[in-house]
């Protein structure tokens, strides 16, 4: 499990370190095995999203349609939801 979590770890800093002039904030949240399943069965399913696009998507979609009133929340989940690229061909 350690090593999981430094590997994610790694994995983030490389990712933020390619979005320098953005606002991230990432986290580390365990996630329920089927929940896991269906996100690498949806990601291997659809090549041009990947976990970071699937997990903003999920989170403003839920955000919006719990009644979050911001164009900014807004438009991360149509970015997300329409874009034909993962986040890291965006790189």
Known sequence: METQVAKAIEEVKTYE????????????????APLKEAMTVFIEDHPNWD???LIQA????????????????????????????????EL
């Open 17 to 32: 370190k390619a979005l320098p002039n953005t606002s991230v904030v990432s986290f580390i949240s365990e996630v329920p």
């Open 51 to 53: 976990q970071y696009r």
């Open 58 to 89: 999920a989170l403003a979609g839920f955000l919006v349609q719990n009644g979050v009133e911001s164009r900014v929340v807004t438009r991360l989940y149509l970015d997300n939801m329409f874009s034909r690229k993962s986040i890291r061909e």
